[in-house]
């Protein structure tokens, strides 16, 4: 796994929205998806709002690779479930960042069972 540059990871970090489009089997981009996100110490991170069976969570993980775009940074990257241990540092950090737009659109993206939807993206 390739780590991050961290000039990028700070410009995607810092973006309010993501762009994520996972790899079909041809190797073509589905088209993105707009979603909210993390960087966590060296990795971003992202979670289904809508629970696992959420179309764009189930294809990126099915295919593990993908393409990311925020904050002026596009990236080729993979998506693989993340470690449970960053789940509180995780949720910690959408809170900081997303709590301006209510507990309404941060519940589904934070606690117990978001966690179980963590996905952690790293450059190819």
Known sequence: MTAWDAADLRRIGS?????????????????????WHAA????????????????WF???????????????????VTFS????????????????KYDRYGVAYVRPITGPDAAATTLVVMPL
């Open 15 to 35: 973006a309010t929205e993501l762009r994520i489009s996972s790899r079909r089997p041809d190797g073509s981009l589905r088209p993105p998806v707009t979603i």
């Open 40 to 55: 966590v110490g060296d990795a971003l991170y992202v979670r289904s709002a809508h629970g696992p069976e959420n179309g």
């Open 58 to 76: 189930r294809r990126a993980l099915r295919a593990g690779v993908g393409r990311v775009a925020a904050g002026g940074v596009e990236k080729d």
């Open 81 to 96: 479930l993340a470690d449970p241990a960053v789940s509180a540092e995780l949720d910690a950090a959408l809170h900081a």
